[in-house]
């Protein structure tokens, strides 16, 4: 399984991004993918996760800013990033699983099997 995530770069305070990650030998049908974020010193977060029925989960940091989605026929995983703050500056990695998540564990880095090496978000004026 590869993750391959694309997307980051910097932007000013209130700009937009729209991260990628094409995921390759890997079957989505009853798993859960998802986004986590990660500064130097801090542990990964979750972002936001999404399962193969489409049911999402989001921290409550990005509620109403972020949205994650997915395109099965492109093997492709989302999170498009709007009204971005310089809190939101990080390395951002796609994430796998091997089975559907609750979606008390959506966002737990402990349940995911596979990552992509990350890609940059700079937030900053």
């Known amino acids: 399984v590869q993750l391959v995530e694309s997307g980051g770069g910097s932007v000013q305070p209130g700009g937009s991004l729209k991260l990628s990650c094409v995921a390759s030998?890997?079957?989505?049908?009853?798993?859960?993918m998802g986004w986590f974020r990660q500064v130097p010193g801090k542990e990964r977060e979750g972002v936001a996760a999404i399962d193969s029925d489409g049911g999402t989960s989001y921290a409550d940091s990005v509620k109403g800013r972020f949205t994650v989605s997915q395109d099965n026929a492109k093997n492709t995983l989302y999170l498009q990033m709007n009204n971005l703050k310089p809190e939101d500056t990080a390395l951002y990695y796609c994430a796998a699983t091997l089975e559907r998540l609750g979606s008390w564990f959506r966002l737990s880095s402990d349940e995911y099997n596979y990552w992509g090496q990350g890609t940059q978000v700079t937030v900053s004026s």
């Open positions: 030998g890997y079957s989505y049908s009853n798993k859960c």
